[in-house]
């Protein structure tokens, strides 16, 4: 079957993301449509909302990264996303669903509220703006009232509302990391499955895209004993930039050379 298909968001939506890297790794060409945060109706008046990722197949579209996991699924069965049989397919699920409402959450979006407003947060806030501004314009005062604008955004305050905040930041991470690595348990794959599923993309598509494009100086796990190995494998099934960024966003060395 050949049919457009068209991903519209900004790459520093880890849900957009995890739907970036759904599509590479299942060989899907596709054309990305950057959108503006602050202007999201002109790219994405169709779906009606302001949410991101949108991926549109044909004349049909879909929101919700784990939605349009599966029905990717369901137009292009090759290299599953989920599987078949309903007990495994339940498994998946259920770590995918941690990854986007835990691990994504508490990793990421918990750092934007938690970290003080200091010249390294500034730092990072104005590299983000500059990734979303190169994928849809947006005017410079904006992208200089970014660091502003990351910690009062409403939509990141409703991402974190359900975690329990008076556990530490920092013991939250562990346990998170932790976790992960529970879900990893043997491998090579989370649940212990041979394939990468829409669990390891989701979670590979946090770690390595903030090394790469610089928001940290080391590769988050890249210490670890087991999660380590597994980025690595993950890494092999997909392009080294599935990141919908031009490449002189990546700044940081590969790191499993
Ligand atoms: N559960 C959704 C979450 C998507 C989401 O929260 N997207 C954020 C960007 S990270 C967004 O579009 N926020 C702006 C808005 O909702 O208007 C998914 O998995 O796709």
């Given amino acids: 079957m050949s ?31 950057g959108v503006s945060p602050v202007e999201p109706e002109k790219t994405i008046a169709f779906s009606g909302g302001t949410q991101v990722p949108v991926l549109k197949i044909g004349e049909e579209w879909r929101r919700d990264s784990s939605k349009v996991g599966v029905w990717l699924d369901e137009l292009f069965p090759a290299k599953p ?8 397919r339940q498994k998946i699920t259920a770590i995918d669903d941690w990854v986007s409402d835990q691990f994504i959450p508490g990793m990421i979006f918990r750092s934007a509220i938690e970290a003080e407003m200091n010249d390294a947060f500034k730092k990072r806030a104005w590299r983000l703006a500059d990734i979303v501004s190169s994928g849809a314009k947006m005017p410079d005062h904006i992208k200089e009232a970014w660091p502003e604008i990351l ?25 998170l990391i932790g ?18 599923s829409m669990a390891d993309l989701a979670v590979y598509g946090q770690m390595m895209f903030m090394y790469q494009v ?3 100086d080391v590769l988050p796990l890249g210490e670890h004993p087991t999660l380590r190995p597994w980025l690595e494998n993950v890494s092999t099934h997909l392009p080294r930039n599935p990141w919908c960024v031009d490449e002189a966003f990546i700044t940081n060395p590969w790191p499993f050379d």
Avoid at 81 to 88: A, E, G, I, T, V
Avoid at 179 to 196: S, T, V, W
């Fill in 3 to 33: 049919v457009d298909i068209t991903l519209y968001g900004y790459t520093t939506s880890p849900y957009v993301r995890k739907v970036s890297c759904y599509l590479y790794y299942k060989e899907l060409p596709f054309k990305f449509v």
């Fill in 81 to 88: 996303l989920l599987s078949q049989n309903d007990k495994d």
């Fill in 151 to 175: 910690k009062n955004a409403g939509f990141i305050k409703d991402l974190v509302a359900h975690l329990d905040m008076n556990e530490p930041f920092q013991v939250m991470q562990m346990r």
């Fill in 179 to 196: 976790e992960l690595a529970q879900h990893l348990g043997n491998g090579p794959f989370l649940g212990g499955y041979d394939a990468p």
């Fill in 214 to 216: 610089g928001l940290t």
